[in-house]
């Protein structure tokens, strides 16, 4: 009688993933030592890396918390999208219709790095189980807190500006640079705007009616005196050359550059007031926020403006980190004082 010992197991799978368990683990592996990297380099400079920006505490702590990867269908992933309360932000921006209305592969590796202490999920990144290895694997990210935010945020500015994303890229096994070319992908396919309404909320067309004297008898938009225009990789490091006697204006436009003009109320000898309100800064196009810049016992920041702020009367939250994020993004080491949003406007001196 012959005894047979089997030494091998097949268990059939759905054929169409193509990225197996252990795959997926090594380009976590990967991101995780560029992570290292990036976090020892951030804490041997001063200015020089985006990643500065961010509290390099942050990244030291993702880099000790636990990571779990899971085999998941894209619509478990979004049905616990809908019921969850944690919600802060994805790789398409603040509003969770973008995630749930977005294409996705049937089968998705979703990698989770959780909090040691209390076990919440500090965010997840999503790998497409569907692709073949030298394929575009990322498909995006998942925040559940501020800290998540800004963690992807500087990977983000990483990516786009930063030579010692590359530097450190180089160094790694060249099987592992797959998954950069993917995490590089799935930031810069996308364009700008996603990283843009993360950081200032979506575009957005005025919320009102225009005002007298901001557009002709055709409702083309008024041309106005002289703005001031800071892109968004510039900061302004003065504002020696505004009166403090006037009050200022200002949006955010589409494109993440901040506009700046006087606020203008004149009076025609007709009697009737004329304005000059956010929408002429932007010609009437559409912009992610506005308000008033103007000189209280030292430069305060608002975000009063019906035309391009009224939005986010529903996430008050998301105006104040908005805001933040304006004075962070443009006024370097300025005294400016931010005015959060009050759906009442009663705490706008």
């Not at 009063?304 to 962070?328: C, E, T």
Request: with cysteine; proline share 5%.
């Amino acid at each position: 009688n012959n005894l047979f010992v089997p030494n091998m197991l097949m268990i059939g799978i759905y054929h169409k993933v193509r990225i197996a368990y252990t795959h997926a683990a090594y380009l976590s592996r990967q991101f995780h030592t560029i992570l290292h990297s990036l976090h020892s380099w951030a804490n041997t400079c001063d200015d020089h890396s985006p990643m500065n920006k961010i509290e390099t505490e942050i990244y030291g702590e993702f880099l000790s918390a636990p990571w779990r990867i899971e085999l998941i269908k894209s619509s478990q992933l979004k049905a616990n999208i809908r019921k969850c309360n944690r919600w802060k932000s994805s790789h398409l921006g603040i509003r969770k219709i973008d995630l749930l209305s977005a294409n996705m592969p049937r089968y998705l590796w979703r990698v989770s790095i959780d909090n040691r202490n209390n076990g919440d999920t500090y965010t997840e990144f999503l790998l497409d189980a569907t692709q073949i290895p030298q394929g575009k694997i990322m498909v995006g990210y998942i925040s559940y807190c501020e800290k998540s935010v800004k963690f992807w945020s500087g990977i983000n500015e990483e990516i786009q500006q930063s030579a010692i994303w590359d530097l450190i890229c180089d160094n790694l096994e060249s099987e592992g640079k797959s998954i950069i070319t993917s995490f590089e992908l799935a930031f810069t396919e996308p364009s700008r705007d996603n990283s843009l309404n993360i950081l200032f909320g979506p575009p957005g067309y005025p919320n009102r009616d225009l005002k007298s004297g901001e557009a002709d008898e055709f409702d083309n938009i008024s041309r106005r005196p002289i703005t001031h225009v800071i892109n968004r990789d510039n900061k302004m490091d003065s504002l020696k050359f505004f009166d403090q006697s006037t009050k200022y204006i200002w949006v955010i436009d589409r494109y993440g550059k901040l506009i700046i003009g006087e606020d203008i109320e004149e009076k025609p000898k007709s009697g009737r007031l004329n304005y000059k309100g956010h929408p002429t800064l932007v010609d009437g196009a559409a912009a992610r926020l506005g308000g008033e810049l103007f000189f209280n016992n030292g430069w305060v920041i608002n975000t009063r403006s019906k035309a391009y702020s009224a939005h986010m009367s529903a996430q008050p939250d998301n105006g104040n980190q908005f805001l933040k994020n304006v004075i962070a993004k443009f006024f370097t080491d300025l005294s400016i004082t931010p005015y959060f949003f009050d759906p009442e406007g009663g705490n706008n001196p």
